[in-house]
């Protein structure tokens, strides 16, 4: 089986989410080509270093830089400035199953296989109607015409791809559970620096710039050491005031590069995926969590996340607490227990190999398709 993977607008860095969540498990599946649809300011001034083996074609539009959720009123030319950019790669690959990450992509998928004869699996990686409405991106007209897309994508779909077990069930039938992955070969245990107290960390940046006062309020009632890794720039010294507002005494605020962020979550006792409620929130898994549980970090996660619940409650590899309602109750000895429940739960739940592999049976449609 031919296949082709595609993504659009999302700029595939080899250390971006796009990369690591999808453009590499199926390169490593070694069944697949993959094609980056990209705005001109990145094709034409060569500003991303271009994956090996990923053909990196422009887009027409959007014209603004990095507009990843389109309008209603976008829509229209997306679809005619790029289908047929979409359908001459089409004609070139002759791909008999195209796999699109999100909503942008998946609308080409969706157009174009009523052209050519492939299957169409519909890789959404969360709930992009939503997120667009919660940022302030969408209005309520553009938020109800990418809701009717998703309903046609996933009648449509041959199969599905959903990033926790509540996403799979929201899908529905023929739903894959492939959750974000982690390289469990190099996100691994390691011997623990040892600092007086906790070492709380939380990773990348807050799906909310509140969420931040939900992280501050746990390393202040466990009076740790906290390290907020890989936050925007540009929201440093909001994070910082709201950590002294909250009575964090230690902590550091930076930037690291993606090798050194082992030996951080090696000397971490905690680490958080701490989200308010939120439209989101009732599908979310979180890519941090599989890099902490492989490093042997148990999680405090609030109950609103409730793809990262399910795992943390099966797994018993975590806290499932909402510092704004209560004080969290955690007991040390408990949490070093907990360490190697949280290594195995990498290993079962968030493998890369096991999720390439699983890929690789969808790909050549020898995995059941059911929605457990």
Not at 68 to 92: C, E, S, V, Y
Not at 297 to 323: F, H, I, M, Q, S
């Amino acid at each position: 089986m031919k296949v082709l993977v595609l993504t659009a607008i999302e700029n595939p860095l080899p250390s971006s989410l796009v990369y690591t969540q999808t453009i590499l498990p199926a390169k490593l599946t070694g069944k697949a080509k993959v094609v980056s649809l990209v705005h001109p300011r990145d094709f034409f001034l060569r500003r991303i270093k271009r994956p090996h083996g990923v053909w990196i074609f422009p887009l027409l539009y959007p014209l603004r830089y990095r507009d990843f959720h389109l309008g209603a009123i976008h829509i229209p030319f997306f679809i005619l400035f790029n289908l047929p950019i979409f359908l001459f790669i089409l004609l070139l690959t002759g791909p008999s199953l195209v796999h699109a990450r999100s909503y942008p992509a998946s609308l080409l998928a969706w157009l174009g296989s009523y052209v050519f004869p492939y299957r169409f699996l519909f890789d959404p990686r969360g709930r992009y109607p939503e997120e667009g409405l919660m940022m302030g991106r969408f209005r309520k007209r553009d938020y109800k015409i990418w809701k009717r897309l998703e309903r046609l994508f996933i009648k449509r779909a041959w199969a599905k791809i959903g990033v926790s077990m509540p996403h799979v069930r929201e899908l529905g039938e023929r739903t894959i559970f492939i959750p974000p992955l982690v390289d469990t070969q190099k996100f691994t245990p390691g011997k623990k620096k040892r600092r007086k107290g906790w070492v709380v960390v939380h990773l990348g940046n807050f799906g909310h710039l509140s969420d931040c006062e939900l992280v501050a309020k746990l390393a202040s009632s466990l009076r740790a050491f906290l390290y907020v890794l890989h936050p925007c720039p540009e929201n440093f010294e909001y994070i910082k005031e709201v950590l002294e507002r909250e009575g964090v005494k230690e902590y550091e605020i930076k930037r690291v590069e993606r090798e050194e962020v082992v030996e951080y979550l090696r000397e971490a006792d905690l680490g958080t995926l701490l989200e308010g409620e939120s439209l989101t929130t009732p599908i979310a898994m979180g890519t941090k969590l599989p890099e902490y549980l492989a490093c042997g970090v148990p999680v405090v996660v609030t109950p609103y996340v409730r793809g990262a619940v399910e795992v943390v409650e099966k797994y018993e590899c975590g806290v499932v607490v909402d510092p704004e309602r209560e004080k969290p109750k955690i007991d040390k000895k408990e949490i070093e227990r907990m360490r190697e429940r949280a290594r195995r739960c990498a290993e079962e739940v968030f493998s890369l190999k096991k999720g390439v592999e699983k890929l690789r049976r969808l790909y050549e449609s020898s995995l059941p398709l059911t929605s457990h």
